[in-house]
Nanobody, 115 residues
Framework: QVRLVESGGGLVQAGGSLRLSCVVSGVSTGTMGWYRQAPGKQRELVATISSAGTTNYADSVNNRFIISRDNAKSTVALQMNSLKPEDTAVYYC???????????WGQGTQVTVSS
């Protein structure tokens, strides 16, 4: 059974920091990443990291967020700095199957940034 368990969301003031973590089990992972969905908006990419460590960021978070992974522990993390109210959303962990590209999602964790 594939499981993605996220942790680390919460309420923070603008300018603050949060760190999200996601533990993946039951699947051999390729690219992993974080997506977010704000109320009334579509889910959007935040950042991805390949199994080799190549990263990709949305323009809106570049130079503020850092994605990392630990292949030995099957975890992916998102360090979020200089948070803005517009970063408020439910953040979802995503993992792609290493060989067939199937997508797997976590249950989501709420991040709220107050002004």
């Amino acid at each position: 059974q594939v499981r993605l368990v996220e942790s680390g969301g919460g309420l923070v003031q603008a300018g603050g920091s949060l760190r999200l973590s996601c533990v993946v089990s039951g699947v051999s992972t390729g690219t992993m990443g974080w997506y977010r969905q704000a109320p009334g908006k579509q889910r959007e990419l935040v950042a991805t990291i390949s199994s080799a460590g190549t990263t990709n960021y949305a323009d809106s978070v570049n130079n503020r967020f850092i994605i990392s992974r630990d292949n030995a522990k099957s975890t992916v993390a998102l360090q979020m700095n200089s948070l803005k109210p517009e970063d408020t959303a439910v953040y979802y962990c995503n993992a792609k199957h290493r060989y067939d590209g199937s997508n797997y999602w976590g249950q989501g964790t709420q991040v709220t940034v107050s002004s």
